[in-house]
Nanobody, 122 residues
Framework: QLQLVESGGGLVQPGGSLRLSCVGSGFRLDIYSIGWFRQAPGKEREKMSCINSSGGSTNYLDSVKGRFTISRDNAKSTVYLQMNSLKPEDTAVYYC???????????????WGQGTQVTVSS
């Protein structure tokens, strides 16, 4: 079963930046679209961004447009989420996932890892 591994979270002050990374546990990500999600305490997991396998197509949740950038380096089999201008409301556990139907617009994603905690606080 495919499982992803997220890293790069941490504690950052408001206005700061973090870069999250997503890799496959024992497999390469090259052929997969990858989505980044987050889940804050007491809230449902929400999709923030997704990138197709070539990196040529991306989409974003409105609330992170202009602040977050998704990218991928298929040579390194890694998908990134660059997060700038972080706000306290960005505090959450961040996950990457693979769409079950293969496309970013799929409603269902899976292959979740353990997530990486992002805390934005002064």
């Amino acid at each position: 079963q495919l499982q992803l591994v997220e890293s790069g979270g941490g504690l950052v002050q408001p206005g700061g930046s973090l870069r999250l990374s997503c890799v496959g546990s024992g497999f390469r990500l090259d052929i997969y679209s990858i989505g980044w999600f987050r889940q804050a305490p007491g809230k449902e997991r929400e999709k923030m961004s997704c990138i197709n396998s070539s990196g040529g197509s991306t989409n974003y949740l409105d609330s992170v447009k202009g602040r977050f950038t998704i990218s991928r380096d298929n040579a390194k089999s890694t998908v990134y989420l660059q997060m700038n201008s972080l706000k306290p409301e960005d505090t959450a556990v961040y996950y990457c996932g693979i769409p079950t139907g293969g496309r970013c617009h799929d409603a269902r994603f899976g292959s979740w890892g353990q997530g990486t905690q992002v805390t934005v606080s002064s």
